[in-house]
């Protein structure tokens, strides 16, 4: 019932930016929070940053100063911009939104992954 459309990942040498987009749709009422999540190889996944409805954003400390989540313009969609990159952000990030579909039920959905690989 809620489809998600990432973009934005690549290679990116150390020192580069990316920006990572996500587009949630479907039957949603709200979407209270949406976050961006990563996981590197053997590693779990972890909460990169979020951002509420009402604007407040979370991140966590190795991407503070570096990273910046907005929501776009545009319903229901979400960014991600990454600067200054280092090798250890190489991961596969993660949309998640969480909110209230349609019909007053919660939910939380998973983007199919964008990879995002910072090297020389």
């Known amino acids: 019932q809620v489809q998600l459309v990432e973009s934005g990942g690549g290679l990116v040498q150390p020192g580069g930016s990316l920006r990572l987009s996500c587009a949630a749709s479907?039957?949603?009422?709200?979407?209270?929070?949406m976050g961006w999540y990563r996981q590197a190889p053997g590693k779990q996944r972890e909460l990169v940053a979020a951002i509420t409805s009402g604007g407040s954003t979370n991140y966590t400390d190795s991407v503070k100063g570096r990273f910046t989540i907005s929501r776009g313009n545009a319903k229901n969609t979400v960014y991600l911009q990454m600067n200054s990159l280092k090798p250890e952000d190489t991961a596969v990030y993660y949309c998640n939104p969480r909110g209230v579909l349609s019909g007053y039920r919660k939910f939380e959905s998973w983007g199919q992954g964008t990879q995002v690989t910072v090297s020389s």
């Open positions: 479907g039957s949603i009422f709200s979407i209270n929070v």
